[in-house]
């Protein structure tokens, strides 16, 4: 079966992840938050902000800003950007599969919107992937079968001629379920593997 499209997690395959477990584990220690509270607070309104009903001001005010604070918000801003690093070795890969002119890829992650906008710059990704079908602008999250729904239709791929690749086993579920083939990523030079048991050479 050809392949014409691979979708590409972000966090966790193309860069470190955004604002997840680990990250929020090191604004609890850099800020001296109270986890369990903060934990809470998070589980909370993650919904709303991974979808885009909830902006990044929105969010700090529900989990960090509801008292006052001896740091301020831009302090923490900047605390969340920087623990967004790129992949190079995965974005090699990404690139040198676009050169070869044989599929289009894009990306379906699961981020905020503020957040999303800049990873994507900082990633250097818009050369690379034809589109970018994040949960911010799609109003739905994975592992929800809704928001690979979406993303095919966007992309016009067939799931049968699609590759989604993923570190999280159950974001991959979905996709399977749908006709899609699966790579559960672990490194870059595993990823090249996969792929070409897929025959899909870079």
Not at 44 to 68: A, I, K, W
Request: with cysteine.
């Amino acid at each position: 079966m050809t392949i014409t499209h691979l979708f590409f997690d972000v966090g966790g395959v193309l860069g470190s992840s955004g604002w997840g477990t680990e990250p929020r584990a090191l604004a609890v220690e850099r800020f001296g938050l109270d986890a369990a509270d903060f934990d809470r607070r998070h589980r909370e309104v993650v919904g709303p902000f991974e979808e885009g009903r909830m902006s990044l001001d929105e969010y700090l005010d529900c989990t960090v800003f509801d008292v006052p604070r001896a740091f301020s918000r831009d302090d923490f801003k900047a605390f969340m950007r920087a623990q967004s690093r790129p992949l190079p070795e995965s974005i090699a890969v990404a690139r040198a599969l676009v050169g070869t002119g044989r599929y289009r890829l894009m990306t379906l992650n699961n981020e905020s919107a503020e957040l999303n906008a800049y990873r994507l710059r900082l990633f250097g990704l818009a050369p690379i992937f034809t589109a970018f079908f994040s949960s911010c602008w799609l109003g739905a999250t994975k592992p929800a079968r809704r928001i690979y729904e979406l993303a095919l239709a966007l992309a016009q791929a067939d799931p049968a001629h699609s590759v989604f690749i993923d570190d999280r086993e159950q974001n991959l579920a979905p996709a399977r379920a749908l006709g899609m083939r699966a790579v559960h990523f672990t490194a870059a030079d595993a990823l090249r593997r996969d792929l070409a048991g897929l025959g899909i050479a870079a």
